[in-house]
């Protein structure tokens, strides 16, 4: 963890002083959309020295650089911060330890103070804070009603620090109905939830995995509420000695048995101090634009737009985290999209007579840690959103098949359907159009600011998010025919003398594996908050009914205390659909409650 935290946000701190060696820019590229074109684009980010393109990293700022050498070389202007392409933003990219982290046990007459990373480790995602208090062994700190299991049935753990078994009594089995209350961020939920004032997670004896796991950062910014660390089994044994107790014997009676064991370790008290820093990292939407033709209307303007980022050396986030350590090259994932943001800036930089309105190129980074760069830009547009008339995004648009084309947000522009129609010419395409404008990439952003969107892309495959998506995979071919195929439309909406109207357009409801209940909340990946920040409420959804609305911060729902995502989602576990549940939103400086009635989730 350490080596990968040196690497992680190192590009803030020294890219800027270091020597660049010349960008790669290809001198026989053409303004026609071209195969060779695209592929030299993909070959160049998609490559090693990119290493993958994470966001913070200098690998993604390369990407970055060469982006906005060739916005320039195209003549595109600025409309990044202060007269530059950049559009920087900073967001949480790592947790490290701080120098202050102690724990120390008492136990009977005796006391002792504990070794980092020998004998405990703070969890990643741990409150920062000072606790003390008595010892309560909770079994495995799961209390699942559905299960009819309860490791909190006759414990008192208010105002003391819990002790729990790390997994659950069916931890060999993977797919048992125990699995979903393993993390220990539900734990931390429990804990808390029954005022327990910290958490202490121990490793079963029998376990192959490491007593003490690495610090990691889950990618959520918001702790868990309450401190958290691991201990080994030997420092659990030298607190349960007194009882006579021992870790191994408790975790072979409880799975024997399953049911909880819990009880209140004799004469026991933990003082623990727990420090995280959360460590910021800095990057860039790039950002061009060309002027419309027509005075009458390029204050108006079409933006085209791909995210650039991807994992990097990541073992979060990705379909292999086996491969953590060795470089997600990302071709398809995005180099595609943005070798056809660059393709189509030189193709309309190089006519003659542009479009009527303008064309804003940008180019997105933070998409993969959750949509970053297109959530600030919506929140800080370098050109007014109101005079925004469309907005096409490119995510995956590298591996054209048998012509399949998949398109979404038909629905979001009652025209949208004609100009496909009209432009596309059958067999050009096996198109697969889609109404709904929400999905999994940054046209979100923009369709919940109102704004119509198209989002292009060729479907998924087996390399996605592994290591295999290599630039020698790409068909350049079937992506330089669909960049011909979106500069059509890009020129009909730029050209066209009345805009295109916006509407909602949603899928009755998106596909959440695990979950009984369907609430519609959209959830805003970027916030900061204590709590969970929605982005936005689907449409027709309970969220919606109930009057839940877009920067809403949900801070309690039923009787759970909300502190981040991962709270939420743990929550909605433990609700049936038809259930009414009240939620206590932060709406500005007020205090809402709103009653939610849960639906059941189609597809599971
Ligand atoms: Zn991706």
């Known amino acids: 963890m350490l080596k990968r935290m040196l690497f992680f946000c190192l590009g ?47 690998g993604n700022e390369k990407a970055a650089a060469y982006i906005i050498a060739e916005f320039k070389r195209f003549g595109l202007l600025p409309l990044g911060d202060h007269d530059s392409h950049e559009q920087k933003f ?40 000072s606790v003390s208090g008595e010892v309560v062994f909770v079994g495995y700190g799961i209390s699942a009603a559905q299960l009819n299991y309860d490791d909190y049935a006759g414990a008192e753990v208010k105002e003391k620090v819990a002790l729990a078994l790390r997994y659950s009594p069916a931890s060999n089995n993977p797919h048992a109905s125990f699995a979903k209350f393993e993390p220990v961020r539900y734990k931390a939920l429990q804990a808390r939830q029954h005022g327990a004032k910290a958490l202490l997670i121990v490793t079963p004896a029998d376990s192959t ?158 998409e993969e840690l959750g949509l970053l760069g297109s959530a600030h830009y919506v929140e800080h547009p370098t050109f007014p959103l109101a005079q925004t008339t469309a907005m096409i995004n490119m995510d995956m648009i590298g591996r054209l098949r048998d012509s ?51 989002f292009f892309f060729t479907n998924h495959h087996e390399d996605y998010h592994r290591v295999t998506d290599d630039a020698d995979k790409i068909n350049a071919d079937g992506e330089a025919r669909i960049l011909r195929f979106i500069a059509g439309i890009v020129t009909e909406i730029a050209d066209r003398d009345s805009v295109l109207h916006f509407t909602k357009a949603e899928s009755e409801q998106p596909v959440v594996r695990g979950f009984r209940v369907f609430v519609g909340t959209v959830p805003d990946y970027a916030a900061e908050v204590e709590g969970m920040k929605i982005s936005g409420v689907r449409k027709s959804s309970p969220a919606e009914k ?59």
């Open 209 to 366: 995995a490491e007593s003490l796991p690495k610090l990691h950062f889950d990618r959520s910014a918001g702790d868990a509420g309450l401190p958290v660390a691991y201990i080994t089994p030997a420092v659990a044994d030298w607190l349960l000695a007194a009882s006579g107790q021992s870790i191994k014997n408790l975790q072979t009676q409880i799975n024997k048995n399953q049911k909880a064991a819990s009880f209140a370790i004799f004469d026991s008290r933990v003082a623990m101090r727990v420090e995280i820093k959360q460590e910021r990292c800095v990057s860039a939407n790039i950002i061009g634009k060309l002027a419309g033709s027509d005075p009458r209307f390029k204050e108006q303007a079409v933006i085209i737009g791909a995210h650039y980022d991807h994992w990097g050396r990541s073992g979060e986030g990705v379909m292999d985290p086996e491969n953590e350590g060795q470089i997600h090259n990302g071709a398809d994932d995005n180099a595609s999209g943005t070798a056809g943001v660059l393709e189509l800036a030189q193709y309309f930089a190089a006519q003659e007579e542009r479009p009527r309105r303008s064309l804003i190129f940008m180019a997105f980074s933070g």
């Open 404 to 454: 399949l084309l998949v398109v979404h947000g038909i629905g979001t522009s009652p025209q949208w359907q004609a100009v496909i129609e009209r432009l596309h010419q059958p067999p050009q395409f096996q198109l697969t159009l889609k109404k709904e404008g929400p999905g999994p990439s940054d046209h979100a952003s923009f369709y919940r600011k109102n704004i119509p969107v198209l």
């Open 12 to 58: 803030i701190f020294f890219f800027a002083c270091e020597k660049q060696s010349p960008l790669p820019i290809n001198r026989t590229s053409t303004s026609e959309l071209t195969a060779s074109d695209v592929q030299y684009h993909v070959n160049y980010l998609a490559s090693d020295s990119l290493e993958g393109r994470l966001s913070g990293t200098r």
């Open 546 to 604: 109930a009057g839940l609305q877009g920067g809403d911060i949900i801070i309690k729902f039923g009787k759970f205390d909300i502190k981040n995502v991962y709270d939420y989602t743990y929550a909605l576990g433990e609700f049936s659909p038809g259930q009414k549940v009240p939620v206590v939103v932060k709406r500005g400086s007020q205090t809402v409650t709103l009653t939610v009635i849960l639906e059941r989730s189609q597809r599971q």
């Open 90 to 129: 900073d967001f949480v990219g790592d947790v490290a330890l701080d120098a202050n982290n102690r724990l120390a046990l008492h136990r009977g007459g005796s006391d002792t103070t504990l070794t980092i990373e020998t004998d405990f480790i703070p969890a990643g995602f741990s409150a920062s804070d």
